[in-house]
């Protein structure tokens, strides 16, 4: 199995995590209406690696930011879905914050209503196999999710039709704020892929070469022909589930750090640096490249034009 690009990884992982503290921020001076944050999920970008941004489709996470800045979107296109601009690829501005979308990159629409997005990716998947092509669609949702009908039903189907698809469960413990003791009886989603045919795999959410391992062998499985894989990503996220959670009102400072200890992007900096092909003053120095892409593409998404009044009637109504 061929290894992927580290260095790229731990590029889109700093740069969500930069990102993502920019945002924050923003949000908090009140300059930014709604924030999603994705520190401690960055290790899942692992599974960007392992698919064909031209060939293969992702239906993502709201917190698969890193994965997705591999997959091609960009930091001006965040900036300009943050502040909710007509520039805005995603949805000239008219989705929640986090809802990327963009066709011509094969990134498809989560759904706020979780996880409504995931049967939508089963018909992807489908079409895919009626057209006889080789894409392969990845399918993210949370451990919330993953309690809900639509999980069920798209599993069900896509395994009896052997869809190339892989679901991937994003487990940080917490459905908003239900623990997951309090929202299922097992202790691993991945156990019930065994009800639907199909392979299921935990995984370490911090590593995210453990994740692109496992996720090529789920992809060149569907691309085979052999059907859909359940991936479980043990994770963990460091802020509130949104800029309107209070997550002090449910889990301990004393939890927050213990789980802060195994932060995934000072894990796998560490890791390309024992492998001596990265060092200190290159890592201050991709920050500082960072730092200035991301405060470019702040101010040119500020400074993009906002959405006229008579805006909010198009594509609404029939003229």
Known sequence: MAQPDLLELYRVMLLARMIDERIWFLNRQGRAHFAVPVAGHEGVAGYAFA????????????????ALLHFGLTSQEVFLNLFAKPADPNSAGRQMFAHWSNPQKHILSLSSPQPNHITHAVGVALASKIRGEKSVTWAG?????????????????????????VFCCENNRYAISVPQEKQMAVQNVADRASGYGMPGVVVNGNDPLEVYQVACKAVERARRGEGPSLIEIKTYRFLPHTSNDDDKRYRSPEELLAERANDPVTLFREVIIHEKIWDDAHDQALKRELQKEIDDAQAFAEASPAAEPEDAFTNVYAS
């Open 51 to 66: 698919l064909n941004p031209p060939q293969d489709y992702v239906v993502p996470h709201y917190r698969d930011l890193a």
């Open 141 to 165: 949702f949370g451990d919330g999710s993953s309690s809900k009908g639509d999980i069920h039903e798209s599993m069900n189907f896509a395994s009896i039709h052997k869809l190339p698809i």
